[in-house]
């Protein structure tokens, strides 16, 4: 911070530098500093790169107490400091100063000049964010090897930075006009904008800090209106339906072609598909995989997906032991089996387990009595109930666990016989 003549100046570490920019809403508001005695910039990118700086210049004193807000004003401050409009960071601050020693009212208010400006830059950036979630998806399903060029002209990517590790844990490289991120497995980084940048900076150095994070909680109306399943799952990410969202690592999505006709549905993901961000691919996975090939079912052939899209679990030391999800999980996350269905629109489900068969048929059930038989779900949708492969894991004799893997394999079979296809 730099005291010029006529106002102070202030050096913002990076495009999207929040943490900067709020101390100094947080400092300058407090002390009455009018939205004209500040003036705003952003040190270049060859200068953060070629580590230029000597100091941080934009160290500013603690304002002494914070600031607070309404949540709905700080969560369109986050959207709207992505915009690329340099009038971003003073219009920003002079909405926030008239808040406070204003008394502009944001409820009653929608003429505003200041307010219309920043509410049109809050629709282009969720905007902008939303297709390059729906395209960081596709990238990712159609290969994900090497690096994605997006084209995209605000300042949005290292806000979708927890968004992309949540939709993909592997290692992803993405390119901007303005800046690369790379998640190499262990570390964030980041490096120059263009189409193949050549410098990379770990993201816990200095000065890498302090990103927004753009949550955009799906509401109902998105949800119904979502129309690929790359566009669904990418909603399903900043769900916040129940409370699972928290101590889980990712939202795991359903996977598979939308043209299956036969949908398999779990309870919810374990410890390795949270980590993974895939569903059935830890040791019920494997189960899933031998008994859907014995049956003469190709895994690549079936949606699979489950219940409950957020592991539950409690730690027990430093293992993280399932926890069967409670019936307000299972409950909340029903919508999103709808719209899987909606879009998919699968011939026959197949009910792994209590869980998946309560969801769907929203009524208790016995497994035993229930299972290995077809019967109609919904119009031109056929039922099918059976075990979950973690109970054949579970079986400590090794003839029962046979005995159990044959009948699962019966039950898939009877799935696979559903299947039609084209003479
Ligand atoms: N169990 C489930 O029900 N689903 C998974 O994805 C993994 C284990």
Known sequence: MEREEGGTHIVLAHEVDFATWRQAVRYHVARGTKPEELSWSVLKSADVFGQNVSQPVWTIPEAGGALTLPRSLVERLVLAIQVNDPDRFSR????????????????????????????QWVARVKQETAAFRQAFAAYYRNGGRGAWYCETHNYILEANAAFCRARVAETW???????????????????EGGQTPSVWQPDATWPWDGYPNTVLIPTEVER?????LDQLGAEAMDCRSCALWKPAQRTVFGEGPVTAQ???????PGDQEDKAGHPFVGPAGQVLDSALKDAGLIRSDVYVTNAVKHFRFTWRGSHRLHQKPEQDNITACRAWLDAERRLVKPALIVMMGVTAAQSLLGRPVTISRERSRTFDLAPNVQGLVTVHPSYLLRLPNPSDKQREYARFVEDLKLA?????VKL
Not at 224 to 228: H, L, N
């Open 416 to 420: 696979q016989q559903c299947m039609t």
């Open 262 to 268: 036969i949908m398999l549905v779990g309870e919810q």
């Open 224 to 228: 119904q209106q979502a129309k690929t």
């Open 92 to 119: 920003l601050y002079r909405l926030v100063y008239r808040v406070v020693h204003g008394g502009l009212d944001l409820q009653q208010s929608n003429g505003d000049p200041d307010r219309l400006q920043v509410d």
């Open 173 to 191: 490289m993405v390119h901007t006009p303005y800046r690369s991120m790379k998640w190499d497995g262990h570390a964030l980084l980041f490096g």
